[in-house]
């Protein structure tokens, strides 16, 4: 199994970018067949729910930085905005009898080192993992690129919904009863919450000449 975990900082060069969007462009330059209308469905869906997690995310951020700077009021505001984003995420994700682990995928990324030539069949390959990717099947994503003749990096970010709209919902409760340390507190472990990796996959495979 020709995969390694690494976290160390690598210089990659970069042909997908949050949720894979290069890649869908990529796919995007040749007429799809019919038969891929409810694929191309799914993708547009699952890109919503990515789209509307990271804006939930944004949201708490700003409320963080709000309350550091005593702007409770407006903290309290982004908060309910998260909240509402989160519920309806959660309600959306409940309803998905695909999604057993509670998890949404929020970015998504693959790179290759720098000069390994990326060519159309790999793109070809790689676009193949559109949709698995940005509905948070990582271990297919990664199967999936182990025919792929290169060494690429497979990295994601997926948010726990349920946890963060706990955790919100929390935060809310002490700035109604004026605990802002507190509510700091909590808001600081919505980030420690995230499942992040970055996976090496095709590690033996071929690397450009240094």
Same mark, same amino acid.
């Given at each position: ?9 690598? &210089?990659?060069? +970069?042909? %997908?970018?949050?949720?894979? /969007?290069?890649? =869908?462009?990529?796919?995007? !330059? ?51 905005? &998260?909240?509402? +984003?989160? %519920?309806?995420?959660?309600? /959306?994700?409940? =309803?998905?009898?695909?999604? !057993? ?110």
């Amino acid at each position: 199994m020709n995969i390694t975990r690494k976290h160390s900082a690598a &210089a990659l060069f +970069l042909f %997908a970018s949050t949720a894979l /969007g290069s890649i =869908a462009a990529m796919a995007a !330059t040749s007429p799809a067949p019919a038969a891929n209308t409810d694929k191309q469905q799914q993708i547009q869906q699952a890109e919503a729910m990515a789209g509307e997690g990271r804006e939930a995310m944004s949201y708490i951020v700003a409320a963080r930085q709000l309350l550091s700077k005593q702007h409770n009021d407006e903290a309290i505001h982004y908060l309910n905005k &998260a909240k509402n +984003l989160l %519920a309806k995420l959660k309600s /959306g994700i409940a =309803a998905d009898k695909e999604n !057993t682990t509670g998890l949404l995928p929020i970015y998504s990324q693959l790179g290759a080192e720098e000069g390994v030539e990326i060519t159309d069949r790999i793109k070809q390959q790689v676009g193949k993992t559109h949709l698995d990717a940005i509905r948070g099947k990582h271990q297919k994503v990664v199967d999936a690129l182990k025919n792929v003749d290169v060494e690429l990096r497979y990295s994601f970010v997926d948010l726990p919904v349920a946890a963060t709209l706990e955790k919100v919902e929390s935060a809310l409760k002490s700035l109604s009863e004026k605990n802002i340390s507190q509510a700091n507190k909590t808001l600081s472990g919505i980030g420690e919450s995230l499942v992040h990796d970055s996976i090496v996959v095709n590690a033996d495979k071929h690397k450009p000449a240094s």
